[in-house]
C-alpha cells in the first residue's frame, strides 16, 4: 500500500480573507463546524471519474480553517489499491494550538465538559458480543471506520458491539493489538466523525479532560508526560503519560484532551495502585497505522536495558547491552548514563524511551553518554524489535 499526503494551501482565498476573520463559504471549506453542516459521508474516487483515468494516487489540497477557536489541518491520507479505485482516508490534527477553547466565563467545574465536547462525537463505548459487558471506550482519529482503544480492556475479545454517543450501535471486529503499548484497533462499519488530535503532547502540570464514554468529564493533571506505569498483566508501560489522581474512575480506552479540545492521549488498563496512564496520541495514532497497513508493529530499539539515575543525577544509566546491537556497535557501555539523543536532553529512562519513538529504524543518531565525569558522543544507527499484531 502507498501512502501519500497533501499538503496545504489556501485556494482562492487570500492572506487578508484569513487575517481578518472572513472565512470562505461553507461549500469550499474542507471542515465545517457542526452547526453549519451534518458530517458528510466519506466519498471514494475511482480511475476513470472526472476524466482521469491514470489509475494514480494524488494528493488533495484542502484549506486551513480556524475551528472552533483552534486552527486545524485535515490530513488527507489516499492509499492506492489497484484497480479498485482510490480511497480518501481523513485525519484531523491541531496545527496552532490555542490557550482553551473554552469561554472566559465557565466555571472550574464546567471546564471539563466544555473542553471534551468536540471530541465526544469521535468516541464509543465497547461492549462484548453479547451486549452484557462494558469494557472499554475507543476513539476515532481516521474517517474509515477504524477505533483505537486499550487491548487488555477487551479480554481476549475479537468481536464486540459499539454504541455510539448518537445511540446507534454497530458490531466491531479485532484487528490487532500491540503488546508493548497496549493499542489496539477496532473495524467497524459505522461512520465516526475523527477526533481533532493535538499536535504537541501536553506539559507537566497541565490540565486536561477525561472524556468517560459512558457519560461525563473528569478533569486530571498530568504529573508527566514521559514515565513509567503498569499494565494490567504486570508488564511495564514506558514513555506514557501519567495522571497525578488514579485511573479507576474511568474506563480504559477514555480519551483525554487539553484546554484546545484536541485529544492528546489514550487511557490504558494498568494495575491497581499503578499511576493512570496515557499512550500519547501521536504514538497510539502510528501504532495503528502500522497495524491497519500490515498487521507488523515495529518500535525503534538501540539494544540497552536502562534505569533511572539514583539522587539528583539526570538521564537514563544503562544496566546492561546487548552485544553486538546499535548501541554496543556505537560504543556504548554498561554503566554509562544516557543524557542526549540527537538534539533531545535526556533526564529520565522513560524519556530515553519517549525520544526513541520520534525516529525510525535505521535511522543515524548521536547518542551522547556521561562516562567518568566526561560526555561522549557514540554513533549509533537505530534498530527495531518487530511484533505480530494480529
Known sequence: MSVLSGNVALGEYDAEDWATGR?????????????EVAWEERQSAAPGQDGDDSGESRPYFGPLWALGGALIVGAFWLASSGNTGVEIVTQRIAATPVESVTPRVTSETDWPTEVSRAARPSTVLIRSEAGMETLAGAVAVRDDGYLITSGQALNGGTKFLIHSTGGESSEATLVGTDPVTDISVLKT?????????ASAPPEDGASVAILDPTGGAQRRTIESRAAVSTKADGEHLIGVHTLSDGSGEFPPGSVAVDGTGAVVGIAVATQPGSPAALV???????????????????????????????????GSVVTAVVRDGPAAVGGVFPADVIVGIGDHDITSMAEMVSVLRTYEPGDAVEI???????????????????????
Request: net charge negative; charged share 25%; with cysteine.
Open 23 to 35: 472565512p470562505p463559504a461553507p461549500e469550499d471549506r474542507t471542515w465545517r463546524h457542526p452547526s
Open 189 to 197: 462499519t459505522t461512520s465516526i466523525a475523527p477526533a481533532l488530535m
Open 280 to 314: 500519547p496520541i501521536d504514538v497510539a495514532d502510528a501504532i495503528a497505522t502500522e497495524i491497519i497497513a500490515n498487521g507488523v508493529i515495529t518500535h525503534v530499539r538501540i539494544g540497552v536495558t536502562a534505569r533511572d539515575p539514583k539522587g539528583d543525577e539526570v
Open 368 to 390: 551522547t553518554v556521561k562516562r567518568d565525569g566526561e560526555h561522549i558522543a557514540c554513533p549509533v544507527v537505530l534498530g527495531s524489535d518487530a511484533y505480530d499484531g494480529a
